[in-house]
């Protein structure tokens, strides 16, 4: 951060509209988003895996009633059996302990590695996995992270379970960038209902004392906040972010890992570029996904034409999901902005209206673009103003990433092969668009010439998800009859 910057943000003076703004957003934020405003709370950021991790582990050691834990990625690694154990220590001291984990994200993790807490009696389940839900469900995942103890500490952000969050450039000292933030107060009761309402519909409804309300739990703080709890199909993230670039003044800093927004938002955060307001967007200068990096690359143009600046980190990898907007307003989860997390996963994040908070998001902003290079747009030419250490891009190759599905680059890649009046490609854009077109081209004329070539591959895929159907069907219809047999 240059001098210029620091004295423009310290002598920063909040503006009477954001003065006001508190009485006139209150409701409709929480309208839009279906999350009320929860005073009383005390907030600190952990930033990056270690000190999540120190921090996630504290909590679970101190718990004496229950434990909650629900995350995307439980590896079968060193931190990954660092929380298993911790876990299981806690359930053989008779903590109640439950586990959520996606399918999906934990599909390399073995067995044997659930069942050994199980053993200990924690209580383990995977979310959406294969046959459980209709064919076109397949695409949900369960992309929270969240830790909840004794309805005193909770915590969420982008921070996985699993190794890869420890690492650290062996060229630059650059650390895997992720961000968390810890809870104590009202809005923990909140974040605990995101996970005891997945573990109702998956398993059964849970005790009372492990379902505690907001009214039940003291102030510990005083900062307000609120958490967006989004599902499946209903969008309540998306929502609140229309609603705030269009509100936003003075500025707007996103920081997103896989950044292929939907065309809404993308209009969306050009236009409040256009009207004068400093839109900043942070990614990966090498990302963990590369080919999410190379589709998220190839929408760069549109959004510099319109003034928005582009920013990538020179560390191995940033997977923080955060914003800080005008000063006031910042958000901490596990959201993307993307199809597959604005859309159709399961996500929560925190939103924190505080003017301290915020402050501290814009100094761990500025400090990630410290350590960033810009992406520039000269002439017909789009280029970062200098190179970035990439010795470590592959320090989690072979992991399953957080990109969470297909959907995201569909979003990216068909409308710069096919919107009318589309930016010219460049370079790396090239690549993209003639490898999808080629696969195109190619898989058209095999069909033409050999057509069993393409009937046997959708005849597999539908006889696939038709199975999945059908069985489906027959355990609802059994469930059913469990039900109906079952004494009043």
Request: hydrophobic residues 40%; negative net charge.
């Amino acid at each position: 951060m240059t001098e210029d910057q620091e004295i423009q943000r310290n002598n920063y003076v909040v503006p009477d509209y954001v003065a006001s703004r508190g009485a006139r957003l209150k409701g409709i934020l929480g309208r839009v988003s279906e999350a009320p405003l929860r005073d009383g709370n005390r907030l600190a950021l952990l930033k990056n895996g270690p000190d999540t991790y120190d921090d996630w582990l504290a909590a679970i050691a101190r718990a004496r009633r229950w434990i909650h834990l629900d995350n995307y990625i439980i590896a079968n690694d060193e931190i990954g059996n660092r929380f298993a154990e911790a876990l299981s220590a806690k359930a053989r001291e008779g903590v109640r302990v439950r586990v959520l984990h996606d399918w999906f994200g934990c599909m390399n993790v073995p067995r044997s590695f659930w069942n050994g807490m199980r053993e200990a009696g924690v209580e383990v389940k995977a979310v959406n996995p294969p046959a459980s839900g209709p064919p076109l469900g397949a695409i949900r995942r369960d992309h929270r992270k969240l830790l909840v103890v004794d309805g005193e500490y909770g915590s969420t952000g982008g921070v996985c379970i699993a190794d890869g969050w420890i690492v650290r450039s062996r060229e630059t000292g650059l650390p895997y960038r992720d961000t968390a933030v810890s809870v104590r107060g009202p809005v923990v009761a909140d974040i605990n209902r995101a996970f005891t309402s997945l573990w109702g519909e998956l398993v059964g409804k849970l005790p009372d004392d492990e379902r505690p309300d907001p009214g039940d739990i003291e102030a510990a703080g005083e900062t307000p906040a609120r958490l967006v709890v989004q599902e499946p199909r209903r969008m309540r993230t998306l929502r609140m972010l229309e609603l705030l670039t269009a509100g936003v003044q003075e500025r707007l800093w996103v920081t997103d890992p896989y950044f292929l927004s939907l065309p809404i938002l993308t209009q969306s955060l050009m236009a409040t570029a256009r009207d004068g307001v400093d839109v900043r967007i942070l990614t990966p200068a090498t990302n963990d996904i590369a080919w999410i990096g190379r589709a998220s690359r190839a929408g760069y143009r549109q959004y510099l034409e319109a003034g928005v600046r582009i920013f990538e980190y020179g560390g191995p990898m940033i997977h923080a999901k955060t914003l800080v907007a005008d000063g006031w307003l910042s958000k901490v989860g596990s959201t993307n902005l993307n199809f597959s997390s604005l859309a159709a996963n399961w996500e929560i994040d925190l939103v924190v209206e505080d003017t301290d908070f915020a402050d501290q998001m814009e100094q761990l902003f500025e400090d990630d673009i410290s350590h960033s290079r810009e992406v520039r747009l000269e002439g017909s030419r789009v280029r970062p103003d200098r190179d970035v250490d990439t010795s470590d891009s592959g320090a989690r190759a072979g992991m399953v990433g957080s990109g969470t599905g297909s959907g995201a680059t569909v979003s990216r890649v068909v409308p710069t092969l096919f919107q009318k009046g589309a930016a010219p490609l460049q370079t790396h854009e090239h690549v993209i668009a003639a490898a999808a077109s080629g696969a195109l081209l190619g898989a058209s004329l095999l069909g033409a010439r050999f057509p069993r070539l393409i009937a046997w591959p959708l005849v597999a895929a539908g006889a696939f998800l038709g199975g999945l159907g059908v069985l489906r069907a027959a355990q609802s219809t059994l469930s059913d009859r469990e039900q109906d047999s079952s004494p009043p």
